[in-house]
């Protein structure tokens, strides 16, 4: 029953968490960064949108490159939109994902939108 009740739990932060996140991250970049800020200073709510965001990123990283295009291209932006703030291991996962989707997409569109991310992540200075 405790067990239950834990779960329980950790799925309505992982919701909440995901739910603000959505939310924030169509703002404006000064007014995202000065969020992002907030809650790494909060950082329960923080270890559980990076715990969260790794798993899957793994998973997108891992499944076939076409499908749900969408969704990685948003986890992309989201990570380039401010690589300084993710740990390493998320840094390098989403250059993986990135570097698979550039291997098997043909849309030029989505190339190029792709390599912006990239160079986005590689110009913020941070040091793999």
């Given at each position: 029953m405790l067990n239950t009740i834990v779960k329980v739990q950790s799925g309505w932060r992982s919701y909440k968490c995901r739910k603000s996140v959505k939310v924030f991250s169509k703002l404006p970049d000064d007014v995202w960064k000065t969020i992002l800020e907030f809650i790494c200073k909060n950082n329960e709510k923080?270890?559980?949108?990076?715990?969260?965001?790794?798993?899957?990123?793994?998973?997108?990283?891992?499944?076939?490159?076409?499908?749900?295009?969408?969704?990685?291209?948003?986890?992309?932006?989201?990570?380039?939109?401010?690589?300084?703030?993710?740990?390493?291991?998320?840094?390098?996962q989403c250059l993986e994902l990135c570097k698979r989707l550039l291997k098997?997409?043909?849309?030029?569109?989505?190339?190029?939108?792709?390599?912006?991310?990239?160079?986005?992540?590689?110009?913020?200075?941070?040091i793999l």
């Amino acid at each position: 029953m405790l067990n239950t009740i834990v779960k329980v739990q950790s799925g309505w932060r992982s919701y909440k968490c995901r739910k603000s996140v959505k939310v924030f991250s169509k703002l404006p970049d000064d007014v995202w960064k000065t969020i992002l800020e907030f809650i790494c200073k909060n950082n329960e709510k923080f270890l559980v949108m990076e715990r969260f965001l790794f798993k899957k990123m793994i998973l997108f990283t891992w499944s076939i490159p076409k499908t749900n295009l969408e969704s990685k291209l948003k986890i992309i932006n989201f990570v380039s939109r401010s690589p300084l703030y993710f740990e390493k291991k998320i840094i390098e996962q989403c250059l993986e994902l990135c570097k698979r989707l550039l291997k098997f997409i043909t849309e030029k569109i989505k190339l190029c939108y792709i390599n912006s991310c990239v160079e986005r992540i590689v110009s913020s200075l941070y040091i793999l």
